[in-house]
């Protein structure tokens, strides 16, 4: 207590206001029992409390005695110093302090040279575990990435900004991949139609040059037979119509195959004054390389109708059949059944003429097929049998 009371006034050398700070301490601390101060020299301080007093100081700071005697030894400075009278009240030199003071420089040096290590280690480590670590796996796919390799996902175990890019390079990579696919089905896609666009157009000349040929036999045909120029026109005119038809079917089918139903319809004369029934027929399609034959035999039989059958006088002409048998190649049989009634009553033989040649050589040699004429009073009775080939429409 008289240490910490007169430290401040050592410093300055005011051995009065030592004494005064002795004398209020002993006043206002009445544990104190003795206090003793040397005024025969005024320039000494008291110094030196033996070890049991160091204690008993000790013991009275801690609360364990009621106090204290301080006894002052006299110790006379010829000059004294403000640092010699620090060390006499405080009870060590300044050796002592600067060795306790450096002590505790280098302890605490060593504490923060320690603390630094660990905060730079952890900092060390989080950092790499944080931005390294994400950004050398980030690094590694966009390489990839920009190799071409556009199948292996993109992601980074991250919830920073690295793991945001990841996200949006993987979304990226989704979308430039599904653009590629696209890409590559619209090259297909052209390629497919730039072969079927070559083929059609070489089926396209083929049946061209085939229906060119046709017309040129059939007009010599039409020629032998016919009895004017009129009746020539005529037959002309109707087998010409029947290739027409079929060409425009198949055009429109691009040269896939046609309906029989349909086709039959539009082969049907502009001055038939009969009816056509074809009703509750399965649905039939007739081969394109068999399009323009079929066609041809239900011209003829239409026209041999109008001029001498039930579409002459207003009848009716039922055209039937049932689903086709298919053969283990695949190809069709077919049954047709042309029956007409309400016209005109046949009698006597009928002479076959150039309409009925046509019908059997097509019928046999185009459609692999059979027909049997049948003419009854009441109207023709004809059964054709025709065996279509194994044609699937084209993708």
Same mark, same amino acid.
């Given at each position: 207590?008289?240490?910490?009371? $007169?430290?401040?006034?050592?410093?300055?050398?005011?051995?009065?206001?030592?004494?005064?700070?002795?004398?209020?301490?002993?006043?206002?601390?009445?544990?104190?029992?003795? /206090?003793?101060?040397?005024?025969?020299?005024?320039?000494?301080?008291?110094?030196?409390?033996? $070890?049991?007093?160091?204690?008993?100081?000790?013991?009275?700071?801690?609360?364990?005695?009621? #106090?204290?005697?301080?006894?002052?030894?006299?110790?006379?400075?010829?000059?004294?110093?403000?640092?010699?009278?620090?060390?006499?009240?405080?009870?060590?030199?300044?050796?002592?302090?600067?060795?306790?003071?450096?002590?505790?420089?280098?302890?605490?040096?060593?504490?923060?040279? @320690?603390?630094?290590?660990?905060?730079?280690?952890?900092?060390?480590?989080?950092?790499?575990?944080?931005?390294?670590?994400?950004?050398?796996?980030?690094?590694?796919?966009?390489?990839?990435?920009?190799?071409?390799?556009?199948?292996?996902?993109?992601?980074?175990?991250?919830?920073?900004?690295?793991?945001?890019?990841?996200?949006?390079? !993987?979304?990226?990579? $989704?979308?430039?991949?599904?653009?590629?696919?696209?890409?590559?089905?619209?090259? +297909?896609?052209?390629?497919?139609?730039?072969?079927?666009?070559?083929? @059609?157009?070489? !089926?396209?000349?083929?049946? $061209?040059?085939?229906?060119?040929?046709?017309?040129?036999?059939?007009?010599?045909?039409?020629?032998?037979? /016919?009895?004017?120029? +009129?009746?020539?026109?005529?037959?002309?005119?109707?087998?010409?119509?029947?290739?027409?038809?079929?060409?425009?079917?198949?055009? *429109? !089918?691009?040269?896939?195959?046609?309906?029989?139903?349909?086709?039959?319809?539009?082969?049907?004369?502009? #001055?038939?004054?009969?009816?056509?029934?074809?009703?509750?027929?399965?649905?039939?399609?007739?081969?394109? *390389?068999?399009?323009?034959? /079929? #066609?041809?035999?239900?011209?003829?039989?239409?026209?041999?109708?109008?001029?001498?059958?039930?579409?002459? %006088?207003?009848?009716?002409?039922?055209?039937?059949?049932?689903?086709?048998?298919?053969?283990? %190649?695949?190809?069709?049989?077919?049954?047709?059944?042309?029956?007409?009634?309400?016209?005109?009553?046949?009698?006597? !033989?009928?002479?076959?003429?150039?309409?009925?040649?046509?019908?059997?050589?097509?019928?046999?040699?185009? @459609?692999? #097929?059979?027909? +049997?004429?049948?003419?009854?009073?009441?109207?023709?009775?004809? *059964?054709?049998?025709?065996?279509?080939?194994?044609?699937?429409?084209?993708?």
């Amino acid at each position: 207590v008289a240490t910490a009371a $007169v430290i401040d006034p050592l410093l300055s050398n005011d051995f009065p206001t030592i004494q005064a700070r002795l004398q209020a301490i002993v006043e206002t601390h009445p544990d104190i029992v003795f /206090c003793q101060l040397d005024s025969r020299m005024p320039t000494s301080v008291g110094a030196e409390v033996s $070890v049991g007093e160091r204690e008993a100081l000790a013991k009275w700071i801690d609360g364990d005695l009621d #106090g204290f005697v301080v006894f002052f030894t006299p110790v006379e400075i010829e000059d004294p110093n403000p640092i010699q009278l620090a060390e006499i009240a405080v009870g060590f030199s300044r050796d002592h302090i600067d060795s306790a003071t450096w002590n505790q420089i280098i302890w605490i040096s060593f504490g923060l040279g @320690l603390s630094f290590l660990f905060v730079s280690t952890s900092l060390v480590y989080v950092l790499n575990r944080v931005i390294g670590r994400p950004l050398k796996s980030l690094d590694e796919q966009a390489a990839r990435l920009a190799g071409g390799d556009l199948h292996s996902p993109i992601m980074v175990d991250s919830q920073t900004e690295f793991g945001h890019l990841a996200d949006a390079m !993987e979304s990226m990579r $989704v979308r430039v991949s599904e653009q590629i696919q696209s890409l590559q089905e619209l090259s +297909e896609e052209l390629t497919q139609s730039s072969d079927s666009q070559r083929m @059609l157009f070489r !089926e396209l000349d083929h049946r $061209v040059r085939n229906n060119l040929a046709g017309l040129a036999s059939l007009i010599t045909l039409s020629q032998q037979n /016919c009895s004017g120029i +009129e009746d020539f026109a005529e037959s002309i005119r109707g087998r010409v119509h029947a290739m027409s038809v079929v060409h425009s079917m198949l055009s *429109q !089918e691009h040269w896939d195959p046609i309906d029989l139903s349909t086709m039959i319809r539009l082969l049907v004369p502009p #001055g038939a004054k009969g009816t056509l029934e074809m009703e509750q027929n399965p649905a039939v399609l007739v081969p394109p *390389q068999q399009a323009t034959a /079929c #066609g041809m035999v239900f011209q003829e039989l239409m026209a041999n109708s109008l001029k001498y059958g039930a579409w002459s %006088d207003g009848g009716v002409v039922h055209v039937l059949w049932s689903t086709p048998e298919v053969d283990p %190649d695949g190809a069709r049989r077919l049954s047709i059944y042309w029956r007409e009634s309400g016209g005109p009553t046949l009698s006597g !033989e009928v002479s076959p003429g150039t309409g009925t040649g046509l019908i059997e050589g097509f019928v046999t040699h185009e @459609l692999g #097929g059979s027909i +049997e004429f049948r003419y009854e009073p009441e109207g023709v009775r004809h *059964q054709i049998q025709l065996r279509f080939i194994n044609e699937k429409p084209r993708a």
